[in-house]
């Protein structure tokens, strides 16, 4: 597909280059979000225990920097398939691709600044862990209120799939059923202090099917399909 020459040049990249730099930055950030948020978080801090996280991350600083490094680097990874993302869904609809966009950027800051907590953590980490403590549950607020704003932007994309011609019906309803997870989960937390769901942990597999379909669509390539027109 041809770029418009009128277009801004950070628009000015083919659907199929666009498709495989979203789809490759989404699976480096499946790989390298688990290893802190599912491995080394849950290892460490306990947030009913101040103390023990303390030590846990006393004895485990290395480990806990790597982690905190790892989540910075999928908040910037964000902003890249933020763009991908754009350039992929831009012929469905321009303005509604732009608007998931600016969604997941602002998601971003959001993460980053949810991000800074960890960093104040270490800052004034001491053994008992008290101050501590209560940057880490900052930080573990933050992000899961922002992943109500990750939420709406599946939503938008979910639509766009419906409505592209060129990306499977089927991926834009499973990327509905995510984000629908996402924000329940959200506001769930938020309205009730008692919630333990976390639907977002099945509904999330939208997310795993755009990831290979970006990659098979870049490598396959766009020109005889809908959006090439």
């Not at 609809?93 to 991000?115: D, Q």
């Not at 509905?176 to 937390?189: H, K, N, Q």
């Amino acid at each position: 597909m041809n770029t418009n020459e009128n277009a801004p040049r950070f628009t000015k990249v083919s659907l199929r280059t666009a498709a495989i730099i979203a789809g490759a930055g989404l699976l480096l950030m499946a790989i390298l979000s688990p290893i802190a948020l599912l491995n080394t978080f849950p290892s460490l801090v306990k947030f009913d225990d101040a103390a023990l996280t303390a030590q846990n991350i006393l004895n485990s600083m290395g480990a806990f920097r790597t982690a905190v490094l790892l989540l910075f680097a999928v908040a910037l990874l964000d902003v890249v398939v933020a763009w991908g993302l754009y350039i992929v869904f831009m012929p469905a609809n321009k303005n509604l691709s732009a608007l998931a966009a600016w969604l997941r950027v602002i998601y971003a800051g959001i993460f980053i600044f949810a991000i800074s907590k960890l960093f104040a953590a270490m800052q004034v980490l001491t053994t008992d862990g008290v101050q501590a403590m209560s940057f880490l549950k900052a930080f573990q607020s933050i992000f899961d209120k922002g992943l109500i704003l990750f939420g709406f932007h599946l939503l938008v994309l979910g639509y766009l799939a419906f409505k592209s011609g060129y990306v499977p019906k089927w991926l834009g309803g499973f990327l509905v059923l995510a984000g629908l997870g996402y924000i329940v989960d959200g506001f769930g937390e938020i309205l009730s202090p008692a919630y333990n769901l976390s639907i977002s942990q099945f509904t999330f597999i939208g997310e795993v099917f755009l990831i290979f379909w970006l990659l098979w669509r870049g490598i396959k390539g766009f020109e005889n399909s809908p959006a090439s027109k």
